[in-house]
Antibody, heavy 121, light 107 residues
Framework: EVQLVESGGGLVQPGGSLRLSCAAS????????MDWVRQAPGKGLEWVGR??????????EYAASVKGRFTISRGDLQNSLYLQMNSLKAEDTAMYYC????????????WGPGTLVTVSS | DIQVTQSPSSLSASLGDRVTITCRAS??????LVWFQQKPGKAPEPLIY???TLRSGVPSRFSGSVSGTDFTLTINSLQPEDFATYYC?????????FGRGTRLEIK
């Protein structure tokens, strides 16, 4: 089955760090651009960042709100995507989704169910 | 940044009604816009991409159109499962940006 499943969310104190994982199955994730999108409780969707595919050397792009604090990386053997989050703030509290970018049409065609990150003391 | 202004923010309609939701991009994005449906506690699901292409498996009562920088999602003959929140998103340039959402409620 083609799917994405996120993990690693939880409660963390302000200033702390957390690493999220996204496990892909049923397709080769290294062939695709893969992104992270978040949604604060009761709010809209916010793009976090992107990892381009293997052909593009997994280069990255980030939203201004997370640049310098968050890092997206890949794990080839595990067909996984990661989001390392440092210097976390209360406003980073959100459901974090990983999403696959359609190879030909460039939209988010596959999403995981999300993992919840809560930043609070 | 490319801003995407979505309206209305909420909408009440009855079963069988036709509704339209619009998104206006702050600059030209060609047709690089997707519409998502999101239900409570679930991830968004794509409905229409490249402004007007219906994704496989999505009912034909959903349609999308574009005129310049104005994008429209139309839902004909509303069904119970259509009551949800809808988002547009541009993927023309970085940062990728979403509209603020339209909550479609039963009247």
């Amino acid at each position: 089955e083609v799917q994405l499943v996120e993990s690693g969310g939880g409660l963390v104190q302000p200033g702390g760090s957390l690493r999220l994982s996204c496990a892909a199955s049923g397709f080769i994730s290294t062939d695709h651009y893969m992104d992270w999108v978040r949604q604060a409780p009761g709010k809209g969707l916010e793009w976090v960042g992107r990892s381009r595919n293997k052909t593009k050397s997994y280069t990255t792009e980030y939203a201004a709100s997370v640049k310098g604090r968050f890092t997206i990386s890949r794990g080839d053997l595990q067909n996984s995507l990661y989001l390392q989050m440092n210097s976390l703030k209360a406003e980073d509290t959100a459901m974090y989704y990983c999403a696959r970018v359609h190879a030909a049409n460039w939209y988010f065609d596959l999403w995981g169910p999300g993992t919840l990150v809560t930043v609070s003391s | 940044d490319i801003q995407v202004t979505q309206s209305p923010s909420s909408l009440s309609a009855s079963l069988g009604d036709r509704v339209t939701i619009t998104c206006r991009a702050s600059q030209g994005i060609i047709k690089n816009l997707v519409w998502f449906q999101q239900k409570p506690g679930k991830a968004p699901e794509p409905l229409i991409y490249t402004a007007s292409t219906l994704r496989s498996g999505v009912p034909s009562r959903f349609s999308g159109s574009v005129s310049g920088t104005d994008f429209t999602l139309t839902i004909n003959s509303l069904q119970p499962e259509d009551f949800a929140t809808y988002y547009c998103q541009q993927y023309h340039g970085y940062p990728l940006t979403f509209g603020r959402g339209t909550r479609l409620e039963i009247k």
